[in-house]
């Protein structure tokens, strides 16, 4: 049997840890980068578009997470990216897409291994 995902504490919140591998990361680059999408990325209009109509929602970061996502120290090939979840956030899986997908487009060399939850 496996354990669900995510491990979510009693209080209904949990981090997820998002895992790439790259044979050459510079932690300090990919901090600042990180750090930068964070600020550009606070909000996020996202529409929706059927049945001829057209509808736009804010997402805002914060509202799902109680920090920015953060580096993490982990292996020599790996990076991981830190997410803590709030216990009521909605839309953290549509946030982890979309911070995966910005940091494989930013660093070419990088290859998302797997996202983990503790």
Do not use: Y
């Not at 909000?43 to 953060?70: I, M, N, Q, Y």
């Not at 909605?90 to 060399?109: E, Y």
């Amino acid at each position: 049997m496996t354990s669900p995902f995510p491990t979510r504490r009693p209080d209904g919140s949990f981090d997820l840890h998002i895992v790439f591998e790259t044979p050459e990361a510079d932690r300090a680059e990919f901090q600042r980068w990180l750090s930068s999408w964070s600020e550009k990325n606070f909000a996020w209009k996202r529409v929706w578009t059927g049945g001829g109509r057209e509808e736009t929602e804010v997402l805002t970061f914060s509202e799902d997470f109680f920090a920015p996502p953060c580096l993490e120290k982990r292996e020599k090939d790996e990076i991981s990216v830190l997410l803590q979840v709030r216990p009521q956030a909605h839309w953290w899986k549509d946030w982890m897409v979309r911070l995966t997908q910005a940091i494989c487009d930013a660093f070419p060399g990088i290859t998302h291994s797997k996202f983990e939850s503790t």
